[in-house]
């Protein structure tokens, strides 16, 4: 028996996706839509907010803020109310409203912030920009703990130290590729680092939407799009180059596609960030960079019901 919903975070499932993707090679993605938020930013939540309560950051019943596209809220706000701490979440208005009532469901209060040059359902880094100074003047005001996952080096050592050793485990032992879309980099740093730990010759491709891609070294021309979450147009702080071996990028009519094959072909109907690394993926076998037979892993970011 499990103490509590914190023990439900990770280890999640690897699934083949043998259907989707037939060949050449073979995806394999971590089925982070299990977690008890709905996503794989529960796994960054319950580890920042566990070492901020570790270091005395986080007092007891002290309230805990942060800006959210939605999925890092609806991870606090599990982790919140197994730990007994209010939380409020910010989020722009462009988002989905859905997640919005998934963490007020968990007892979270959610501030919608006005877009600045979005539109719903795409969000840009400008509309980010404000949530994220609208949690912070919550967090002074109110005595509250700032959470800045951008910042934040937890969500880096989580997926460090589990996402990443749980593929190693679950598959048997390094794949050929990893392959995951960039918000905060967390996820694609932390695997990426554990990943090439085992294997330095995985090849690591982060995935950015046409238009958007500063880690290509690109600039920025088309700032709107479909993909929640990720996306965002900047390099993020922690942000490490040697890890990206390569950027691939997908369309907001690509990432439609996928993510209605993943439903009918897969029986998984996960969210767009989904959909856009395992389109990448699929590219990525197709390239040619990688052997006939390889394997390639990624993530599926969150459940298609927070849409």
């Not at 950015?208 to 929640?228: C, F, T, Y």
């Amino acid at each position: 028996m499990l103490a509590s919903a914190l023990d439900l975070i990770g280890r999640t499932p690897l699934v083949a996706l043998d259907r989707v993707h037939s060949g050449p090679g073979r995806i394999v993605a971590k089925a982070e839509f299990l977690q008890p938020g709905g996503s794989v930013k529960d796994r960054a939540a319950k580890a920042i907010v566990l070492a901020a309560r570790e270091d005395g950051r986080l007092k007891p019943g002290m309230p805990v803020v942060e800006m959210t596209s939605g999925n890092m809220g609806a991870g606090l706000a599990v982790v919140c109310a197994a730990l007994g701490h209010p939380f409020i979440a910010t989020m722009s208005a462009g988002n989905s409203t859905a997640r919005a009532r998934m963490m007020e469901g968990l007892g979270a209060r959610v501030v919608l912030v006005p877009q600045v040059d979005g539109t719903p359902g795409q969000v840009t880094g400008a509309d980010v920009a404000a949530a994220a100074d609208v949690a912070a003047q919550i967090a002074r005001d109110g005595g509250g703990y700032y959470v800045d996952q951008f910042n934040a080096s937890e969500g880096i050592v989580a997926h460090e130290t589990t996402t990443g050793p749980e593929i190693l485990e679950q598959f048997g032992g390094p794949v050929d590729g990893w392959v995951a879309a960039v918000g905060t980099g967390c996820t694609f740093i932390g695997v990426a680092r554990a990943l090439k730990a085992a294997n330095p010759a995985t090849l690591c491709a982060a995935v950015e939407p046409e238009g958007s891609e500063p880690l290509a070294g690109k600039k920025v021309e088309k700032a709107r799009h479909i993909v929640q979450g990720t996306g965002y147009g900047l390099v993020p702080p922690h942000w490490d180059t040697g890890l990206m071996d390569l950027s691939l990028t997908v369309t907001d009519a690509e990432v439609e596609y996928w993510h209605r094959q993943l439903a009918v072909m897969e029986g998984l109907y996960v969210g767009y960030s989904a959909a856009v690394n395992v389109c990448a993926a699929a590219k990525l076998l197709r390239s040619g960079r990688l052997k006939v037979d390889a394997t390639v892993a990624t993530v599926l970011c969150d459940t298609g019901l927070k849409y």
